[in-house]
């Protein structure tokens, strides 16, 4: 069954007559087109308030997994602030589209996400950054999770206003780094990659091996592992740098931290850590496959950002059930999802919340009651 997010594919899996199916539309549309910009600030405040509430209740560290991706729109010519999107990596230009801020946090002990922020924005109006977006949404974030948080950043984020920013607010992270950054190491500057390349050279390093997380017995990762404590160029404390070097691919990779480290095996469990980060992509994949986050055909800005926010909020209804254990109703999703693998995951429920279309309803309960809705 295809899951998507065009009203007329809701209506219809709400099982309504044919007749009927327009005017639902249109009841839809206009819930979700008369919401003003200052009602979307409340509801995502009250959103992250629950939220704070489940993290507290977590025993132990939580990861706080921040990325930025798209969504592509490239055949649509008439939604709003329709924006150009481009790849991170390269600066080429992909398609019309827009930016989309997603911030997690990901509790390893249980699998489970609680994504805290998917907001939606355009840069074609020329009003905002996406650096400012990202700082105004990544105070909220800390203001929820705090130093409960392991704050994990691909080297897209590498910067350096960024590292001071974590630092002064006295909250622990790991940054992917870039490879032309330039370093001080006593007093000496080098650009990463040529400091990092010469360094994994010499002999001192230990050789660690990461199993696959997917297939038994295969290894996924083969490292050298080296640590240091350097300077970003117009930074006045130094933090810890690590480096390794997977024999396997034949491929270099660079960490910020301000984790304390004393041996190459609390680089490991730094590298374990930012490697978590792919939890998100696996997040934001499972989204747009099978909640449809691309498929949308409402054009204006302000509704394609409530559509996208009730997007999670019905990620973070099952989360709260999962944590909840409410063994009953997992059941039925695990049932609906017709999933025939034995491994239960919380992408099998969602997919049976998904085929059940109980989404608007879960919408409908969960804003209905919001003010007293408890964990």
């Excluded at 810890?240 to 070097?245: H, K």
């Amino acid at each position: 069954m295809a899951g998507d997010t065009k009203l007329t594919s809701i209506a219809r899996r709400n099982k309504m007559m044919k007749e009927d199916i327009k005017n639902e539309v249109k009841s839809i549309s206009r819930s979700i087109n008369n919401s003003t910009e200052e009602e979307l600030e409340e509801m995502e405040n009250k959103y992250l308030m629950r939220a704070e509430k489940i993290i507290k209740e977590l025993r132990g560290e939580v990861l706080v997994i921040t990325d930025f991706s798209d969504i592509n729109k490239d055949r649509g010519k008439k939604f709003e602030n329709i924006d150009e999107v481009y790849d991170g990596s390269t600066g080429k230009k992909i398609s019309k589209g827009y930016w989309v801020l997603t911030i997690i946090v990901y509790y390893e002990k249980k699998d489970i996400y609680i994504p805290l922020i998917n907001e939606v924005f355009s840069l074609s109006n020329g009003e905002t950054s996406m650096k400012t977006i990202l700082y105004k949404k990544l105070k909220k974030v800390i203001g929820v999770v705090g130093k409960k948080g392991v704050y994990v950043f691909d080297r897209g984020f590498d910067d350096r206003k960024l590292i001071e920013y974590m630092t002064e607010e006295g909250l622990k992270f790991i940054i992917g780094g870039y490879r032309d950054r330039i370093i001080e190491i006593k007093g000496m500057q080098y650009k990463l990659k040529e400091y990092v390349s010469n360094m994994l050279k010499e002999k001192r390093g230990i050789i660690y091996y990461i199993k696959s997380e997917r297939v038994e017995g295969k290894i996924r990762l083969k490292l050298k592992i080296r640590y240091e404590r350097v300077k970003i160029k117009g930074m006045k404390e130094e933090i810890n740098l690590i480096s390794s070097y997977d024999e396997i691919r034949g491929t270099e990779r660079y960490f910020y931290t301000n984790i304390d480290i004393k041996t190459e095996i609390g680089g490991l469990k730094i590298i374990k850590k930012y490697l978590k980060r792919w939890k998100i992509e696996e997040y934001l994949q499972f989204i747009k496959t099978n909640f449809g986050m691309e498929k949308f055909r409402i054009r204006k800005y302000k509704s394609i950002k409530l559509l996208i926010f009730l997007v999670m909020v019905a990620f973070m209804f099952l989360t709260t059930l999962l944590i909840a254990k409410e063994k009953s109703i997992l059941l039925l999703l695990k049932e609906i999802s017709q999933s025939i693998s034995k491994k239960i995951s919380l992408y099998t429920y969602a997919t049976g919340i998904r085929n059940l279309s109980i989404i608007i309803l879960i919408f409908d309960e969960f804003f209905e009651r919001y003010e007293n809705f408890e964990v």
